[in-house]
């Protein structure tokens, strides 16, 4: 994905204490390409120069970042979650939001944004949102079905296994601080990533429900039980997918006590 002038210049005034270089791998961190499931394909920039870019910004904003190397699951768990949010319509502020995340300026804060807009009614109103053909819709939820599925098998390994870890930090005696720091902020990062996610599929399902009002209009011949029942299955598949990871995190915070940095 490619930025537009616009999209840079309301990034980089996210930072307005940074450096000019830095300001230049915000402006680029936005712009890569996906391979299957929404893989980033390699690249220096953005597997050398924007990690080491975001452990000196976070450095200054206290966000969480874990110098730790993904493991397998943790990679399958990112691929999932930006197969999801790729398929989204594509908006300037969402690219700003994504770019200034991948570099640890601020926590991701868009799709909060449009949870806001959907309770207001303002989503609804917008005359701007494409509509699409029904059988595009239906078509679009089985997508999310299936990516859903293997999000979650991810996302409980993924947690799962930073249990195990934090377990192994309060259990096994002594390390170097970075080592506290780096586990318990991969733990927090994972943990954040499978929020966004289901965040964004509950707005993907308004969004759906105002789509299907207005294509139902255009195209009065498609069947609106057809598209509230698929709609229903999306909903029904997002809340079993929260009972899930609800009965894999631990009692004290998702996952474990989160706090052990200090």
Wanted: proline share 4%; with cysteine; net charge negative.
């Amino acid at each position: 994905m490619s930025l537009t002038p616009g999209v840079c210049a309301q990034s980089a005034r996210r930072i307005p204490a940074i450096t000019g270089a830095v300001i230049v791998v915000l402006l680029l961190s936005a712009c890569r390409t996906t391979g299957d499931f929404g893989r980033r394909e390699p690249s220096f920039l953005h597997d050398t120069v924007v990690p080491a870019t975001r452990e000196i910004i976070t450095g200054a904003t206290g966000l969480a970042h874990s110098n730790y190397e993904l493991t397998h699951d943790e990679e399958r768990l990112r691929a999932y979650s930006e197969t999801l949010f790729s398929s989204e319509a594509w908006s300037l502020e969402r690219a700003a939001d994504e770019a200034g995340a991948n570099l640890g300026l601020d926590e991701r804060d868009y799709q909060r944004e449009r949870r806001v807009e959907h309770a207001s009614g303002a989503a609804a109103l917008d005359p701007d949102r494409d509509v699409r053909r029904p059988e595009l819709i239906l078509a679009s939820i089985d997508f999310d079905l299936d990516v859903i599925a293997s999000f979650e098998g991810a996302a409980i390994r993924v947690y799962e296994a930073d249990m195990d870890r934090l377990a192994a930090l309060r259990e096994n005696g002594d390390v170097p601080a970075r080592d506290v720091v780096n586990t318990t902020d991969r733990a927090k990062e994972n943990r954040g990533i499978v929020e966004e996610t289901i965040l964004t599929l509950h707005n993907r399902i308004d969004d759906y429900e105002i789509e299907t009002r207005r294509t139902v209009l255009r195209h009065p011949e498609a069947s609106q039980i057809a598209l509230h029942n698929a709609i229903g299955r999306l909903a029904a598949r997002v809340d079993k997918l929260e009972t899930r990871i609800r009965a894999v995190s631990d009692p004290e915070g998702v996952p474990h006590n989160l706090d052990l940095a200090g």
